[in-house]
């Protein structure tokens, strides 16, 4: 009988989880978790989510959705967006999408630039949030000094497109994603598992993969 009333967590932990446990133990009557705060990668799918939600029927209060968004590098999080009821009811029903920036932490902006056509480069810029990973001094020189009005803009890899004075995800620069927290190369996993089996695969098929299993890797079958 938990008395959790606030869970944060990566989407990667909750399909872990699995769709029963989450019925079972988050999306029941009895719960005490009143907001869920998700962050480090997508949000959660429409898909996914119907599975864990829709079975309750109108009358189950559901815990307030939290989307966070942001680089390790600006400490980490630079936006929140709370999903009201309605929110939440219109994106698992597939007929809107969840901003990727919500309302700004202090000291926290962002700009885009052109990337072709109607998508845009997103940077997140800070003049005092900025912190080193791994022991990292490359961004030293870009530490704003006392009074200064510089501030540093971050690459976060993300392509959005903007609606309404919306930013909504649209793709990644490059072939590089978060699972679990941990950054994820997709070309160097791919060149792993063909460069070793390209001896032994004659034959190889292709299975479609839905977005909440996040199964990252093509199945490959020999004769």
């Known amino acids: 009988k938990s008395?959790?009333?606030h869970l944060q967590c990566t989407p990667s932990l909750l399909y872990k989880i699995g769709v029963c446990l989450m019925r079972k133990y988050i999306f029941h009557p009895e719960t005490k978790i009143q907001y869920f705060i998700i962050g480090g990668e997508s949000f959660p799918s429409q898909t996914w989510l119907k599975q864990c939600i829709?079975?309750?029927g109108s009358s189950f209060k559901l815990p307030s959705f939290v989307n966070l968004y942001g680089t390790t590098e600006m400490s980490p999080w630079s936006s929140y967006y709370i999903l009201s009821d309605v929110v939440l009811?219109?994106?698992?029903g597939g007929r809107i999408m969840i901003p990727i920036i919500g309302r700004l932490f202090p000291e926290t902006y962002y700009r885009t630039e052109p990337h072709h056509s109607d998508v845009f480069s997103l940077y997140l810029g800070t003049d005092s949030r900025i912190c080193f990973i791994d022991g990292d001094s490359s961004m030293l020189s870009h530490v704003p000094r006392k009074n200064s009005n510089y501030r540093h803009f971050i690459p976060t890899g993300d392509l959005v497109q903007m609606k309404d004075s919306s930013v909504f995800y649209f793709s990644r620069v490059n072939n590089c994603i978060k699972r679990d927290g941990k950054m994820i190369n997709l070309d160097f996993l791919t060149n792993e598992v063909t460069g070793k089996a390209e001896k032994f695969i004659k034959r190889?098929?292709?299975l479609s993969v839905f977005e909440f299993e996040r199964t990252l890797l093509k199945f490959y079958y020999s004769t």
């Open 54 to 56: 829709d079975y309750q």
């Open 204 to 206: 190889c098929i292709f």
């Open 3 to 5: 008395k959790l009333t």
């Open 89 to 92: 009811s219109e994106y698992i």
